[in-house]
């Protein structure tokens, strides 16, 4: 529950909300699975790093637990790191999904006398790498479906749902919805690569009050709608993931696939890019394309920020999420 406080602290999550949340959580032994992904990403990293010549310490800090950022950038200072680049394990734009980061860089900064200079790298949606590591795991998915029903098999993706508002604000201030935008783009990028003609985007993992819209529908409310159009298998792709967090493993591997086995549906989901060795790959790739200045490796002109140094917002006022009415 602390975990949980950290997580939502500010945005008016009914306490009833994050108590159902944490039976989610003792499902798994009550303990996050979070920090055990992080730190098996690092040590691809490292190997990957290490197989390219690379000679950069990595270092990992969270937001909402242990190891906490503020710590970790002490210890960096501690280390005489004078400059470092973070990667962040959001691949979009928005407030949580970028704007939040660098936030985190200034709080942790101000927090650390003589704190090194951190520059977030961009985001990363539509890295070539990205694309190509969901392309498999849709793939691996289909494979796993009945023989008969693969052919006829509905795809469709799902990513963390934001409030509307915050996703109207995601992006420089003369754009908008860039998040909605980001996200449909890996679809269609990694539908386009596995040769579905078409496909469908819904969202996950709403935690609001319910007097707020939030980007919709909803993954299990969308099986719902299938199954009244006589689809009868669906492969289900987190493209808004990197990792199989509670997010996933719970909402998709339990409610959606018990949603699906109620309605007869075979059901198959696609593995996050985590633990695929061409994530490793992306990241060293993003810190090699910033050292060298060179043109960032990407399949979509859609626009793609984040990457600034020491917090600053890369536009004023992107992403900036609007202000709450006064009760």
Same mark, same amino acid.
């Given at each position: 529950?602390?975990?949980l406080?950290?997580?939502t ?7 009833e909300?994050l108590?159902?949340?944490? *039976?989610h959580y003792l499902?798994f ?11 098996d990403?690092i040590?691809?990293?490292e190997a990957?790093?290490?197989s390219?010549?690379?000679?950069l ?16 950038v ?5 280390d005489?790191?004078r400059?470092?680049?973070?990667f ?9 999904g970028c704007?939040?980061y ?9 927090a650390v ?5 951190l520059?977030?790298l961009r ?9 190509a590591?969901f392309?498999?795991a ?5 494979a ?10 509905r795809l469709?993706f799902?990513a963390?749902?934001?409030?509307v508002s ?8 003369e *754009?908008?919805?860039l998040?909605s935008?980001?996200?449909? *783009?890996a679809?269609r990028l990694v ?10 985007l ?5 935690s609001?009050p319910?007097r707020i819209?939030w980007?919709?529908?909803?993954i ?8 009244e ?5 669906v ?10 967090h ?12 018990q949603?699906?086995?109620e309605?007869g549906m ?5 593995a996050t890019?985590?633990p ?5 790959q992306?990241?060293a790739?993003?810190?090699?394309e910033?050292?060298?200045d ?8 859609l626009?793609?920020?984040g ?5 600053a917002?890369c ?6 999420l609007?202000?709450?009415?006064a009760?």
């Amino acid at each position: 529950m602390p975990f949980l406080e950290n997580v939502t602290r500010g945005r008016g999550i009914p306490p009833e909300r994050l108590a159902e949340v944490a *039976e989610h959580y003792l499902h798994f032994g009550g303990v996050s699975p979070i920090n055990a992904l992080n730190l098996d990403i690092i040590k691809a990293i490292e190997a990957e790093f290490a197989s390219r010549g690379v000679e950069l310490p990595v270092y990992f800090g969270n937001r909402n637990w242990h190891p906490m950022v503020e710590d970790t950038v002490e210890r960096m200072r501690a280390d005489g790191i004078r400059s470092a680049l973070v990667f962040p394990t959001s691949a979009w734009g928005g407030y949580s999904g970028c704007l939040q980061y660098h936030e985190d860089i200034s709080r942790a900064r101000k927090a650390v006398t003589d704190a090194p200079d951190l520059t977030k790298l961009r985001q990363y949606f539509d890295h070539p790498l990205l694309i190509a590591a969901f392309a498999d795991a849709v793939r691996a998915a289909v494979a796993q479906l009945p023989a008969d029903r693969r052919e006829r098999a509905r795809l469709v993706f799902t990513a963390h749902s934001i409030p509307v508002s915050a996703d109207h604000a995601s992006g420089p201030p003369e *754009e908008q919805d860039l998040y909605s935008r980001q996200v449909a *783009e890996a679809a269609r990028l990694v539908a386009a690569a596995t040769g579905f003609a078409s496909h469908d985007l819904v969202w996950q993992s709403r935690s609001g009050p319910p007097r707020i819209p939030w980007l919709d529908p909803d993954i299990v409310d969308h099986l719902d709608a299938l199954a009244e159009q006589h689809v009868d298998a669906v492969v289900v792709c987190p493209v808004g993931f990197v990792s199989d967090h509670l997010e996933v493993i719970w909402d998709l591997d339990n409610e959606a696939a018990q949603r699906a086995a109620e309605l007869g549906m075979a059901f198959a989901r696609a593995a996050t890019p985590g633990p695929d060795p061409r994530f490793a790959q992306l990241v060293a790739d993003l810190v090699q394309e910033y050292v060298s200045d060179a043109a960032p490796a990407r399949l979509s002109t859609l626009t793609g920020l984040g990457c600034t140094t020491n917090g600053a917002p890369c536009t004023p006022g992107c992403c900036a999420l609007p202000a709450r009415p006064a009760r």
